[in-house]
């Protein structure tokens, strides 16, 4: 489906879209629409924020709300937070607190979105930025930061912080595991895997590059970014603006950085400060221009498997990138490029950012039968990215009993096909369309 030939539904999403970029500042409102954001009030402020943590052994500070009418499992999530952020504060050193606001609750009760004897996959949940900020770059190029990165840089001066860093949001519905459960089931879902998972999408391992003009997706760009002309007689391109994580993102036939796309995307229409008389010119404009066809130069290599990779600024060196996820046809939003590759990085050290979750296997065990890396879950390739986007990574053992004794039972699940995804940054075809139809609503 063509949002450009619906112009109702086009001018509703794109001006919600644009909307967004009058501002330095985006807020996040649903998890579950991680392509949606409201325009915040952010004025320049100074100085850090209190601490409100003094537990260094865990510099996650989370709100936590539970719907659940059994305090029992409610306990369980909670302290699986709580475990969550000693595995990763043993790995980064933040200097200041992570704030996150964690729900959980039943998506059957709460969204209509319910299992049924058929059903073949099923939400689990998701976290991503709360907040991202437009910071200028150390190369010069604005682009969109999450709030938890920005609060680790110590700036003089930076945009108001907003309560929470990361938004979460996991679904009840599901057969979950937790420490000191006894052995894992075949069908259950691991939660602390899932909460590590997502919180380093929160952290900012997401791309920016989506197609926010079309669905299915046809040409992938970063954020599209307007704002109302002074005399509210049409709207002012400002241009493609890319997420951090996006810097680092490398063409790896060629070693195109696709920072140099998003250059050439931005010499749409003149370039930045073009102005529209409303959203149906500019899309009508852009689709017919040189840019698109860039645009849908990089859905290709999003949908060739092995195509696309991370790299640092300062190396050209292929062979050290990691490799993205780019097998899935058609391209599915949230899980397409916003992963490492599944192939490449199962039972190795790098696991834990596949787009896909094993049942019937627990974090722990994870660990053991991938190698067993000293790090714990947050595997080599991905402490670099963490590394190259402005964390404190800390080069240490990261102590196995912070899991949990339980998590040494080896009885694994041989059943290949026992996968199930996260929400957030990690969405099926079948929440992509979820995702599709609450926006047209």
């Known amino acids: 489906m063509r949002l450009s030939s619906l112009l109702a539904f086009s001018l509703f999403f794109l001006l919600n879209i644009f909307r967004i970029f009058a501002s330095t500042c985006w807020d996040l409102v649903d998890p579950r629409r991680p392509k949606e954001f409201i325009k915040a009030d ?54 200041t607190p992570v704030t996150v606001n964690a729900t959980f609750t039943s998506f059957c009760v709460l969204y209509n979105e319910c299992s049924t004897p058929t059903t073949t996959l099923i939400t689990l949940g998701g976290a991503a930025p709360a907040r991202t900020m437009e910071i200028l770059d150390s190369d010069g190029v ?17 945009p108001a912080y907003s309560s929470f860093d990361i938004l979460a949001l996991f679904n009840s519905d599901t057969n ?59 709207i002012i391109f400002t241009g493609f603006v890319e997420m951090i994580f996006d810097k680092f993102m490398v063409i790896l036939s060629t070693g195109q950085r696709i920072s140099n796309i998003t250059k050439q995307l931005n010499t749409f229409a003149g370039g930045p400060g073009a102005l529209f008389a409303n959203s149906s010119q500019f899309i009508s404009q852009f689709e017919a221009s040189s840019q698109y066809n860039l645009a849908k130069q990089v859905m290709t290599y999003a949908t060739t498997p092995k195509a696309i990779g991370l790299l640092p600024v300062n190396s050209s060196d292929i062979s050290q990138a990691i490799i993205l996820e780019t097998s899935l046809v058609p391209y599915v939003g949230g899980s397409s490029v916003s992963h490492v590759d599944y192939q490449t990085y199962s039972n190795t050290s790098d696991f834990l950012m596949r787009y896909l979750q094993d049942r019937g296997k627990t974090l722990g065990q994870s660990i053991i039968l991938s190698g067993n890396y000293s790090g714990g ?38 059943d290949a096909n026992n996968i199930i995804p996260s929400l957030g940054y990690t969405c099926t075809l079948a929440t992509l369309f979820f995702f599709w139809f609450m926006a047209s609503q």
Request: some cysteine; glycine content about 6%.
């Open 142 to 158: 604005t682009r969109l930061f999450p709030q938890s990165l920005v609060k680790q840089m110590n700036l003089d001066n930076h």
């Open 377 to 414: 879950p947050i595997g080599p390739k991905l402490r670099s990215f963490l590394s190259w986007s402005g964390y404190t990574v800390l080069n240490q053992s990261v102590p196995f009993s912070i899991i949990g004794d339980s998590s040494y039972y080896l009885n694994i699940s041989s």
């Open 42 to 95: 952010c004025p320049t402020e100074s100085g850090n924020p209190p601490n409100l943590k003094r537990d260094n052994d865990d510099m996650f500070v989370v709100t936590f709300t539970c719907t659940v009418n059994d305090q029992t499992l409610c306990n369980k999530v909670k302290t699986a937070f709580t475990t969550a952020g000693k595995l990763i504060t043993a790995s980064i050193a933040f200097k």
């Open 176 to 234: 979950y595991w937790f420490d000191g459960d006894g052995p894992i089931h075949a069908d259950q879902s691991d939660f602390l895997f899932l909460i590590v998972h997502e919180l380093m999408h929160g952290l900012g391992f997401t791309t920016g590059y989506e197609d926010y003009l079309n669905n299915p997706a046809v040409a992938l760009t970063p954020y599209i970014a307007v704002t109302q002309s002074s005399n509210s007689s049409g």
